[in-house]
């Protein structure tokens, strides 16, 4: 999810580089401050129930029936 989110343009500094110690697939994706507002909107939209938090098949994030219908609607409408 952390990737997506820099993906969309949301991340305001560039990736930290990788450290020795990480391990080769733990390579880090956002810094620090990116990270905190990345926790921080999604603190936010569970407690708007637009996502919810547990194992599901694409990860530990969910949207919620709500969150879904809240998505759809913010779509720029179909030609």
Known sequence: ???AYRDA???LNPPPPA?????PTAVPIL???DLNRFE???????SHRLVYEGPN????YGF?????AF????QSPEK
């Open 40 to 46: 921080m909107m999604l603190d936010i939209l569970v």
């Open 19 to 23: 450290a020795a110690h990480y391990a």
């Open 9 to 11: 343009g949301l991340a």
């Open 1 to 3: 999810m952390q990737m």
């Open 71 to 74: 998505v759809r609607a913010c």
């Open 57 to 60: 098949d694409r990860g530990t």
């Open 31 to 33: 810094d620090n401050d």
């Open 64 to 68: 919620t029936r709500f969150g879904l």
